[in-house]
């Protein structure tokens, strides 16, 4: 099923039993069907609703793919902050909430959950029902639409969605600075996220001891930011080309394994070094470490599964459960998700 | 609650329960907490607790579910929306006893705080090691972050920065049911639903926040604030959709019109441009190389903006008396009226013009005074409206006038509270911004945390009955002659 306008959504989640919302498909763990349910599509429920530059704010379907809007929001010097990632797999604006997905952009100025404002949805009852404002700040009702944010299809399906834009820094520069082992990273990463630069992104790799840092600003501004930063700690600037390609590569998630399976996981900069020796322990894995050391990818080869996690995290692609590592429960949890799907259309937060 | 056990009963158990130390029974402390920030709006509880751990609180809350008796957490009582307001034979629990910082993590820029940690404690913390806590309300030196996380507390920096919500990290809290959750950590990412989000602005509607993990920033290296006085509102509106325009990305956009420049002059000496309707704030900041080559551009758009003058401040003194001078304005205007209500609708930044000229249209047919000061940058009004509750309907005018700007917000596509929440004083006017089916799934999620309904009852949502009005807007302790409002 594809429906193709708010009032559409609702009535097919009203004609089936069990649903799960899917959009493009690029985080794959969020789109697998269980048997009984019928996946419905975001495909065709796209378009930019209304976008309001002077406002920073803009309201778009939810299947509409994040590509098309950063083309639209760069028209007029906007961006979506947080670098929603899979842009050029075809990700949706939906997906990304659904996964609560924010790529190397979000250490400035914070993720996903920190720019959402507002967002229509279907309820377990297909009510199209709307939460959240359309302005910049808004404290009436419950912050709902942040809810939403990594719920993965269980508590609703998102027809629309209103975000806050931020003015795009004139000019970028990316820098690749060494460590010598883990340990060091963790040094490096926490001298460069207290100093007094404002990073743009705060990166790490992890097949080798290499920090990656952005910086954003008028071109006036950055030479002596570079020049002071390399002057500090061992390592260059990456030219345009090389940079480009780096943060297409972490935004797109190109380092990972093709058609293995891909989590996150939930660190602070401190645990950056179990990370590793984590991922390590694992033959073939790969990955990387994000949002200053505050979240660790990995990926496994096609059909080798990842290991038990230390770490709170979640699954985006290959088969396993939705959660990784230690969960929190509460009967509250349970209490939510009754007042929002009574009929359990939409998967259990365990499924 | 007609259920309810007798006032004295409930003293007795609790002080059974707590030991009498936690339990203030005298009538003169009792007086303290009729009212919060709202004055208007006054009830006497039938027991104030003061819990000293965390563990009293979930004793409290427990007792309070089995027994039906609701509750209403407190910190400073700083609220401007009556969230604070007592249930009449209810009990208030204070937390201004939870005041410890339970970790500073320098390197990891964190802070877990108990609830009645006030916000610039936090900052003062973790200056030394060159951090700040970013939200910051203008009662910040009082209001503490139990209250700041219950009601998503605003501050002059919100467009760069957000609010409350955008700092929260984690947080352990106790509900209504007695349950007590943890809702994300000591990372700055998460997975699964945002518990915590949800959490945050609930407006003591689901339970209490027990210890709160914050997020610490750098403290910027460099600011850049100037002073622009116009002789327009008018004016001053158009500059700041210049400055929106030309991609800069201010920490802070204000805006104080004449009267609450008149307020700021006669309360902290602050010196504003002569002649000008409004007068208009920037803050730039960041690296000193970012910021100067922003401040180059900010230049050239104030100085094409027509102003009167244009004041940069030259030091550190001269940027914190600009802000001494804003952040007292409310208090400030105090002075000029017996009483006054705040109303914090937002409306698109775009329309910020039309709305103040409505409002001040809507004033001179009201016969009463308003002073406006907001946030600019993110379209957040502050409409402070002078009465007198003395005069017999001066209250009623009042509200009457709040409720056209409230109504006015709403239809021009914004919000009936920016940061100050609904709280008491806006939940008539919760319906015009969500229709039926929207508060009935508002009521559910409120269900869902707390179905006995004994969380700060009578609050965000409309109905109920209406608490007691006063028509004397002075704090029971401002009349006993204990705070005054400056």
Not at chain 2, 8 to 27: F, K, M, N, T, V
Not at chain 2, 259 to 267: C, G, I, M, R
Not at chain 2, 371 to 379: E, P, T, Y
Not at chain 2, 405 to 434: A, Q
Request: charged share 20%; with cysteine.
């Amino acid at each position: 099923m594809s429906p193709t306008t708010p009032e559409e959504l609702a009535a097919a989640v009203r004609a089936l039993p069990r649903v799960l919302p899917v959009g493009a498909g690029t985080k794959a763990r969020l789109a697998a069907v269980a048997p009984g349910v019928t996946p419905v599509s975001t495909r065709a429920l796209r378009g930019i609703v209304e976008y309001e530059p002077d406002e920073f704010t803009f309201t778009a379907r939810a299947g509409t793919p994040l590509a098309e809007l950063a083309a639209v929001l760069a028209e007029r010097g906007q961006y979506l902050p947080f670098d929603p990632p899979l842009a050029t797999a075809g990700a949706t604006l939906g997906g990304t909430v659904a996964a609560g997905l924010s790529g190397p952009g979000r250490w400035r100025f914070g993720g996903v959950r920190d720019f959402i404002l507002g967002a229509r949805f279907v309820d377990g009852e297909g009510r199209l029902l709307r939460v959240g404002g359309k302005v910049v700040k808004n404290a009436a009702g419950f912050d709902l639409p942040k809810f939403f944010v990594g719920s993965a299809g269980c508590c609703g399906v998102l027809a629309e969605l209103t975000f806050k834009v931020f003015p795009r820094p004139a000019a970028t520069r990316t820098l690749r600075l060494t460590a010598r082992d883990a340990a060091d990273q963790v040094r490096l990463l926490r001298v460069c996220a207290g100093g007094r630069w404002e990073l743009d992104a705060l990166e790490a790799a992890v097949d080798e001891p290499a920090v990656f840092v952005r910086l954003g600003a008028e071109e006036a501004a950055l030479g002596p930011l570079v020049a002071e930063l390399l002057g500090r700690f061992p390592g260059r600037e990456l030219v345009t080309a090389e940079a480009a390609e780096l943060w297409t590569t972490v935004t797109g998630f190109g380092w990972a394994h093709p058609g293995g399976a891909l989590a996150k996981v939930l660190l602070t900069s401190g645990e950056v070094p179990a990370f590793v020796t984590w991922v390590r322990a694992q033959a073939g894995a790969r990955a990387w470490i994000g949002a200053g050391g505050n979240a660790g990818y990995v990926s496994l080869p096609p059909a080798r599964p990842v290991a038990v996690s230390p770490w709170a995290g979640a699954l985006l692609r290959g088969n396993g459960p939705r959660w990784l590592g230690p969960r929190r429960t509460a009967a509250v949890m349970a209490a939510v998700k009754r007042a929002l799907d009574p009929a359990g259309r939409f998967p259990d937060f365990e499924d | 609650m007609s259920g309810s056990p007798d006032p004295a009963r409930i003293r007795a158990e609790l002080a059974a329960l707590l030991g009498p130390s936690s339990l203030l029974a005298d009538e003169a402390p009792l007086a303290a907490y009729e009212s919060d920030g709202l004055t208007a709006f006054a009830a006497r509880p039938a027991a104030v607790i003061a819990p000293r751990t965390a563990d009293e609180v979930i004793a409290t809350v427990r007792w309070c579910h089995r027994h039906g008796v609701p509750f209403v957490a407190r910190g400073s009582g700083t609220s401007l929306s009556g969230g604070a307001l007592p249930v009449s034979g209810g009990i208030v629990i204070t937390l201004n006893r939870l005041n410890r910082i339970l970790r500073l993590d320098p390197a990891e820029r964190i802070a877990v705080v108990e609830p009645g940690v006030v916000n610039l404690a936090v900052t003062q913390a973790a200056q030394p090691h060159g951090l700040h806590y970013a939200p910051d309300p203008s009662s910040q030196p009082v209001c503490t972050i139990g209250g700041n996380v219950a009601f998503n507390a605003g501050g002059a920096h919100c467009l760069k920065y957000g609010m409350t919500s955008n700092h929260v990290l984690g947080l352990k809290a106790v509900l209504a049911t007695g349950e007590v959750v943890e809702f994300g950590g000591a990372s700055r990412e998460q997975v699964g639903p945002d518990w915590m989000g949800l959490f945050v602005g609930n407006e003591g509607l689901f339970g209490i926040a027990l210890e709160v993990t914050l997020q610490l920033l750098p403290r910027a290296e460099c600011f850049h604030t100037v002073l622009a006085g116009y002789a327009t509102l008018e004016q001053a509106g158009d500059a700041v959709a210049a400055v929106i325009a030309s991609g800069l990305l201010p920490g802070a956009i204000e805006i104080m019109e004449q009267l609450a420049l008149q307020a700021a002059t006669a309360a902290v000496h602050a010196e504003y441009p002569p002649g000008c309707e409004a007068v208009l704030i920037v803050e730039l900041e960041g690296p000193r190389e970012v910021v100067a080559a922003d401040r180059l551009r900010l230049d050239a758009i104030l100085a094409a903006s027509r102003p009167v003058e244009v004041r940069p401040a030259r030091d550190g003194a001269e940027r914190l008396a600009i802000w001494k001078g804003r952040k007292s304005a409310f208090s400030a205007v105090g002075r000029l009226s017996p009483d006054f209500i705040v109303q914090d609708g937002v409306v698109p930044r775009r329309r910020l013009g039309e709305a103040l000229r409505r409002i001040q249209a809507w004033s001179r047919e009201a016969g009463l005074r308003c002073a406006n000061v907001f946030h600019a940058g993110d379209g957040n009004l502050h409409p402070l409206i002078l009465y007198d509750g003395r005069e017999p309907d001066g209250l009623r005018r009042a509200e009457e006038l709040a409720g056209r700007i409230l109504r006015m917000c709403v239809e021009m596509g914004g919000s009936i509270t920016g940061e100050h929440g609904v709280g008491v004083e806006k939940r008539d006017y919760l319906p015009i911004m969500f229709p039926p089916e929207e508060l009935d799934l508002l009521r559910r999620v409120r269900a869902a945390f707390d179905p006995a309904g004994i969380a700060n009852p009578g609050k965000m949502f409309p109905a109920g009955a209406a608490p007691a009005l006063t028509h004397t807007g002075l704090h029971p302790l401002e009349r006993a002659g204990v705070i005054a409002r400056e």
